[in-house]
């Protein structure tokens, strides 16, 4: 017992004389990764969101019934884009890719996704930022992982952190970002044993 009491006020006394070591295990290549895909998904975030600000000053003089031939043509355009740039997928398929998948989401559907998003909300749309950006920083995360020869769990997590970033930037909860990142892991889990 007196052992025990020795080596416990040895810890704390080194934890309060050196609190600020550095740990091999914590400042890891892919935590350098993780800092980087957070900071560049919070560059796109607010390129994303400074755009889509202007498209919504240009659009807020059209007001009254010219609203409806503004919104069907922005749709007309939005389906356009999707045909002939690629259907950008939904939320659903984009967890089920994290999930079973391995994590990787493809970054060759963020042109129609960020152009169709824009027209869509800025227009007046019923759709969101937050599916856009999640899909936009998340595959961006994996296209830097595959550059970077990473493959696994570590993709999944790069892929993850993209994610979690463009959501902490786009609604400035970085907890809520870190609670998203968990959830999408594990909403398939939920989601199976919820249906009938």
């Known amino acids: 017992m007196d052992f025990k009491r020795r080596r416990l006020a040895v810890t704390l006394r080194n ?6 070591q550095f740990n091999p295990f914590v400042f890891s290549k892919i935590f350098l990764l993780w800092v980087a895909i957070g900071i560049i998904g919070g560059i796109i975030a607010g390129i994303y969101w400074m755009v889509l600000e202007g498209m919504l000053h240009f659009l807020a003089p059209i007001q009254g019934l010219f609203v409806i031939p503004l919104m069907a043509g922005a749709g007309l355009l939005a389906g356009l884009i999707i045909h002939y740039l690629g259907d950008p997928g939904e939320m659903d398929l984009i967890v089920n890719n994290i999930r079973f998948k391995g994590g990787h989401l493809e970054p060759k559907n963020n042109p129609s996704m960020i152009l169709s998003s824009w027209l869509c909300i800025a227009s007046g ?4 930022p937050e599916a856009p950006l999640v899909q936009v920083v998340g595959s961006t995360g994996t296209w830097i992982a595959k550059q970077l020869k990473i493959r696994g769990e570590d993709l999944r997590s790069l892929t993850i952190a993209g994610m979690a970033s463009a959501f902490t930037a786009l609604f400035g909860a970085p907890l809520g970002g870190t609670l998203f990142a968990l ?14």
């Open 15 to 20: 934890q309060i004389n050196y609190p600020l």
């Open 125 to 128: 749309g019923s759709a969101g």
């Open 183 to 196: 959830e999408i892991l594990h909403i398939s889990m939920w989601w199976s044993t919820t249906r009938p």
